[in-house]
Nanobody
Framework: QVQLVESGGELVQPGGSLKLSCAAS????????IGWFRQAPGKEREEVSC????????WYTRSVKGRFTISRDVAKSTVYLQMDSLKPEDTGVYYC?????????????????????WGQGTQVTVSS
């Protein structure tokens, strides 16, 4: 059973930074690609970034490319999302999710339907 727990969300001013963590159950990162999603009030869930289990390749949605960095620590079974130069439109609940068959690369990412396990989410609010 894969378990995912997000943390690190809080209120931050525009231009600020936050680092989110996704703690996964043991050995999850050896076999599962991890994705970060966000959902703003009244909007559909959006896939933000992902990192592949096999080779650590990453993918970012265009609106966060150059500002967000996804990384992982396999020994700690944790995936991180470093968010810099935050904007009000980055506000939302951020979820991490695990995909057994998904793969990420520059222009390739698994759709939400391929992620079978989800965390409970952490709130990020960017506001002055």
């Amino acid at each position: 059973q894969v378990q995912l727990v997000e943390s690190g969300g809080e209120l931050v001013q525009p231009g600020g930074s936050l680092k989110l963590s996704c703690a996964a159950s043991a050995q999850t990162l050896d076999y599962y690609t991890i994705g970060w999603f966000r959902q703003a009030p009244g909007k559909e869930r959006e896939e933000v970034s992902c990192i592949s289990s096999s080779d650590g390749n990453t993918w970012y949605t265009r609106s966060v490319k150059g500002r967000f960095t996804i990384s992982r620590d396999v020994a700690k079974s944790t995936v991180y999302l470093q968010m810099d130069s935050l904007k009000p439109e980055d506000t939302g609940v951020y979820y991490c999710a695990a995909s057994w068959a998904g793969y990420c690369a520059d222009y390739v990412y698994p759709p939400a339907s391929e992620f079978g396990y989800w965390g409970q989410g952490t709130q990020v609010t960017v506001s002055s």
